[in-house]
Nanobody, 121 residues
Framework: QVQLVESGGGSVQAGGSLRLSCAAS????????MAWFRQAPGKDREFVAN????????VYADSVKGRFTISRDNAKNTMYLQMNSLKPEDTAVYYC??????????????WGQGTQVTVSS
């Protein structure tokens, strides 16, 4: 069983950067694929990026490719999302999740409560 807590959200101007963190508890953390999803007001939750158990394989949504970088440090039980060149359309609540190496929300059994990211123009 895994418990997840996001942090690092905030407000930034377009073109700026933020780094989100997801702290995990549970001895099986390193066995799970990890992912970031986001949800804007009135919109469906959408896939952002994920990484396999070792951090060797990664997948990015086309909308963030080249701007965001996902990573994990299993020794620290922490996953990160480095967000550069932020755009107003990146504004959303960002959620971390643990589960299978997929891009569907249904593939993830464990979710954090989310952290707000607001990008102003």
């Amino acid at each position: 069983q895994v418990q997840l807590v996001e942090s690092g959200g905030g407000s930034v101007q377009a073109g700026g950067s933020l780094r989100l963190s997801c702290a995990a508890s549970g001895r099986t953390f390193s066995r799970h694929a990890m992912a970031w999803f986001r949800q804007a007001p009135g919109k469906d939750r959408e896939f952002v990026a994920n990484t396999d158990y070792s951090g060797s394989s990664t997948v990015y949504a086309d909308s963030v490719k080249g701007r965001f970088t996902i990573s994990r440090d299993n020794a620290k039980n922490t996953m990160y999302l480095q967000m550069n060149s932020l755009k107003p359309e990146d504004t959303a609540v960002y959620y971390c999740a643990a589960g299978a190496m997929r891009t569907m929300t249904s593939a993830y059994a464990y979710w954090g409560q989310g952290t707000q990211v607001t990008v102003s123009s």
